[in-house]
């Protein structure tokens, strides 16, 4: 290979980084400001959101066959935000303080996917709770006209149990 | 009148009153401990959970570290697992494969029944002291099954295990009846807990007067939900179940993949769903059949064993390591031969209502955590009030609190036992 050809690999993949990070950034920047029909925007209509618990390969597992913490649809994922929008979902009302912290990030592309793996602490704080989630994002993406979007976001925990915790109730 | 505990009982006036001590004593809690979880038989797992010769799993039960396995000749133990030589976890994995167990400090190795096979060193030792019974790991004083239930219990003397569950045992063979192949447990555990006292999850595990207003969002999303509603209303009793245990058993609107079809299935669905319902009611009868496939149960089993059989089955255990703190266990339950078709949805419908992440548990929690934070006023507001129902003539209503009475009754009745 070429040194310019090299250069131009390395440009494209930086590139692509780049533009992953900017869409990682951004969610993480909807979901602390609780601006979460913007944040559903970011998917595709056909994209699944999914939490497996603690005792499972979380990197392999499926929800069809093993018991997640949350295995949205489409359908679900747009019911959660629409119940996150009412004082009736009591957990996040008054709504919690949310932080996302996202790094590490690894993009590769995998046919007309984009793969990418990046590390997450997720802070949630409300009245005598203060939690933090740890664990590694896994997100499927696919490029819609020029445009990144998401078709599967997997929060892998990194955490031997989902304790002191007891609950996900905003978005990780 | 007022029980030993401060609970007023009070049948003339209709009723019955909590003191919010219960939630919050130090003391309490820890004659909790020895009255209750020291005496009652508690749930350890499911046969499934150890489905070939040679598996373990390790568990917390009560706050004891529990090693449960299966030997090559296929039966189960219960061992604490502790090294007898100086106290270590002998067993450090979560769930395996494995017929010998090395506790990692000096190397004393035990067999799956816990029985001390290498001793390193042994010439340190006199003759006889490797099968010295003291040198063994110690098995749990009891355990026993109920179909594929095990539970365990801390102490030596008292009921078997079928007294002990009295009524609470048919609806455990109710569930075993869900499948002509049996029941397993579905991989993946829901492991959290709740900065609340451990009762108060008991309470919220089978009340049905906080659905309305506590889950109002879930009950709209089920509504947005094209098609997720059948056509049975919310509507049942609540059972008293004996020794503390107690369930409400009702009709609900929403889908069960045994075997309540919702029109969001489709049609291919409502095939499989009236195959299965048909299978059912020709192996144990129409009566019968229809109970399991059209009723919703909530159980518990006292003193931390729910068995929620409603849009999907949960296993769920808690014990508390504080007053105001538990740890809960979750587990998915469904027939060994479903369909992928029918797995799927049944773990769909699982996490739609169940657990930390569904549309439900998280307002539960909030409530749980909200009522523990709120007994901090003190004062002159000390008692909870769970009179609902008691002044109605005729069987409880499911959204009553009849069966939350039986389960203190029996709270109050071993913790008096135990002082007296």
Redesign the interface.
């Known amino acids: 290979m070429s040194t310019a050809t090299m250069e131009r690999t390395l440009e494209d993949s930086l590139l692509l980084r780049l533009r992953v990070e900017e869409l990682l950034f951004t969610e993480a920047d909807l979901l602390d400001s609780w601006k979460l029909e913007s944040w559903l925007a970011l998917f595709t209509e056909d994209a699944h959101y999914y939490?497996?618990?603690?005792?499972?390969d979380g990197d392999t597992?499926t929800?069809?066959?093993?018991?997640?913490?949350?295995?949205d649809?489409p359908?679900?994922m747009r019911?959660?935000v629409?119940?996150l929008s009412?004082i009736?979902?009591?957990?996040?009302h008054p709504r919690s303080k949310v932080r996302h912290l996202v790094t590490n990030v690894r993009v590769e592309r995998d046919g007309d996917i984009i793969r990418s793996r990046s590390s997450f602490i997720v802070s949630r704080a409300k009245?005598?709770?203060h939690d933090l989630f740890v664990g590694h994002y896994l997100h499927e993406i696919v490029d819609q006209g020029g445009e990144l979007k998401i078709r599967k976001k997997t929060c892998v925990l990194d955490m031997e149990?989902?304790?002191?915790?007891?609950?996900?109730?905003i978005i990780l | 009148m007022a029980l030993t505990t401060g609970i007023i009982n009070d049948k003339e006036r209709a009723q019955f009153l909590v003191p919010r001590r219960a939630f919050t004593d130090r003391s309490i809690f820890e004659k909790e401990y020895e009255a209750i979880f020291n005496k009652c038989w508690l749930y350890l797992g499911h046969a499934s959970e150890l489905a070939e010769p040679g598996t373990f799993l390790t568990r917390t039960v009560a706050r004891r570290p529990i090693l449960f396995t299966r030997d090559k000749e296929g039966e189960y133990h219960a061992l604490l697992n502790a090294c007898p030589h100086r106290g270590a976890l002998v067993c450090r994995e979560r769930h395996g494969k494995g017929r010998a167990f090395m506790c990692m400090y000096h190397g004393w190795t035990f067999g799956s029944d816990g029985h001390l096979m290498t001793l390193p060193g042994s010439s340190g030792y006199p003759k006889g002291f490797k099968t010295d019974p003291q040198k063994q790991m110690v098995h749990v004083p009891r355990m026993e099954r109920f179909g594929d239930f095990f539970f365990i219990n801390f102490s030596k003397d008292g009921e078997d295990l079928a007294t002990y569950l009295a009524d609470a045992g048919d609806t455990l063979k109710l569930l075993g009846e869900h499948s002509p192949g049996g029941m397993q447990i579905v991989g993946g555990t829901q492991e959290y807990s709740i900065r609340g006292n451990w009762k108060l999850l008991a309470e919220n595990s089978f009340d049905g007067y906080h659905a309305a207003c506590n889950h109002s969002t879930y009950l709209e999303y089920l509504g947005n939900t094209k098609g997720a509603l059948g056509v049975d209303p919310l509507k049942g009793e609540a059972v008293d179940l004996k020794n503390g245990h107690a369930m409400v058993e009702y009709t609900a609107p929403w889908g069960r993949p045994i075997a309540n079809w919702v029109p969001i299935w489709g049609e291919e669905g409502k095939k499989e769903i009236d195959a299965v319902y048909a299978e059912l009611q020709s192996r144990v009868g129409p009566e019968r059949a229809e109970r399991i496939a059209k009723k919703s149960r909530n159980m518990v089993i006292f003193p931390n064993l729910v068995i929620n059989d409603i849009m999907a089955i949960t296993v769920r255990t808690f014990f508390p390591t504080a007053p105001d703190y538990m740890e809960i266990n979750a587990w998915a339950l469904a027939p060994k031969e479903e369909t992928e078709w029918r797995r799927k949805f049944r773990l769909y419908n699982f996490t739609e209502f169940l657990g930390p992440g569904g549309f439900a548990t998280p307002d539960d929690v909030e409530a749980i955590e909200k009522c523990q934070q709120g007994y901090a006023v003190g004062g002159d507001a000390q008692y909870n009030d769970i009179s609902k129902g008691m002044a109605r003539d005729g069987a409880p209503s499911f959204d009553d609190e009849a069966q939350m009475r039986a389960y203190w009754v029996e709270w109050d009745r071993r913790l008096s036992e135990y002082e007296a």
Request: hydrophobic share 35%; proline share 10%; glycine share 2%.
């Open positions: 939490v497996p618990p603690s005792d499972v597992a929800p069809d066959t093993s018991l997640f913490y949350i295995m649809d359908v679900r019911e959660r629409v119940r009412k009736g979902a009591h957990s996040e009245d005598i709770t149990a989902l304790r002191p915790h007891a609950r996900i109730s």
